[in-house]
């Protein structure tokens, strides 16, 4: 039985206290949750900074240092265009790299190329021929194995020598812009394109629109000057050793076998990269210099391509340039 005469606490008081209790509890809480929440952060941030301390440096790089007399191997492997693997940037990274080398005797351009972009193909053409100027006594040597064709060709065209199998597809000296005429098929499904532009001209090539002649002849006109471009970087390079009298066809955009290339002076001779290393330089030793992006560089490259590509495509965006290849 319960002793009527002991002290009572009063209701509001005990619920005073339930909530004190609660309110230091969840503060406690909260502070155990902070201090996890900056624990991770930070853990998270010596993660990534550790993994762009070891995938960051080194895209090019220092000169390398090598003790023993090598020979400096250079690779133009896929298409020559700004985002691939074969890009003017990289290629010449490479280059100067190889050429600067104390110990490098001679470089050789490993060439595996369709060809591409004729920027990118003229920018390491004018960057072998400056440093050829710089390092007169180190000889560069083009080496196609598989295919060494238009673009990838108008940058061998730059070397001392020009060397491939004779099995390898070499040439295709010509320019070219392709697309794609879709305007009946839009007006058989209904579709109706709708173009607004400032300037007489900036819809040219539009593929919903026919062709207007024109405009056939200034896009042939640009081709044809970029042709002659290509043409003169080639004479210049290859000189007296190319035999066009006898062969008219030479700079038609035809294509040939190693073999046959070098009956009309295309290449020196029939040897593979290894080959050219031991026979004409000399030497058994080979150093790889190819550029290439990081791992972390070739994320955010593919990552934004991506992202481009899809925008481009909704806002019709896309573009024809010239490609020789």
Do not use: C
Not at 105 to 110: M, Q
Not at 118 to 123: H, K
Not at 257 to 277: C, F, H, Y
């Amino acid at each position: 039985m319960e002793n009527d005469n002991a002290p009572q606490r009063p209701a509001n008081e005990r619920e005073w206290k339930l909530i004190e209790k609660l309110l230091g509890q969840a503060q406690d809480e909260h502070r155990k949750s902070r201090r996890w929440g900056i624990f991770f952060k930070a853990l998270t941030f010596v993660y990534l900074f550790a993994v762009l301390v070891m995938v960051l440096p080194g895209k090019t790089g220092n000169t390398m240092v090598v003790a023993e007399e090598h020979v400096a191997i250079v690779e133009v492997s896929g298409v020559i265009a700004p985002d691939q693997d074969a890009s003017a940037d990289l290629i010449v990274s490479g280059l100067t790299r190889a050429f600067e080398a104390d110990n490098s005797k001679a470089v050789v351009l490993k060439i595996n190329s369709p060809g591409g972009s004729p920027v990118q193909s003229n920018q390491v053409y004018n960057a072998i021929k400056r440093l050829r100027g710089e390092y007169p006594d180190k000889k560069l040597y083009a080496a196609i194995t598989d295919v060494g064709a238009s673009g990838a060709y108008y940058i061998a065209s730059a070397a001392d020598e020009i060397y491939a199998d004779p099995a390898s597809i070499v040439g295709s000296i010509g320019v070219i812009m392709a697309g794609f005429g879709l305007q009946e098929a839009a007006e058989k499904l209904g579709v109706e394109r709708r173009v607004l532009t400032a300037g007489d001209n900036k819809a040219i090539m539009d593929p919903f629109s026919p062709v207007k002649p024109r405009d056939r002849q200034h896009m042939q006109t640009m081709l044809g000057e970029i042709h002659q471009q290509f043409i003169t970087a080639v004479k210049n390079g290859r000189g007296d050793r190319l035999k066009v009298d006898e062969y008219p066809d030479m700079f038609s955009g035809l294509f040939w076998t190693g073999e046959r290339a070098q009956k009309m002076g295309l290449v020196d001779g029939l040897k593979s990269p290894g080959d050219v290393a031991r026979d004409v330089v000399g030497l058994d030793e080979a150093v790889n210099y190819s550029a290439s992006r990081s791992p972390f560089e070739e994320f955010m490259r593919k990552f934004g391509v991506s992202i481009g590509e899809g925008l481009g495509s909704q806002l019709g965006l896309d573009a024809v340039v010239p490609s020789i290849r």
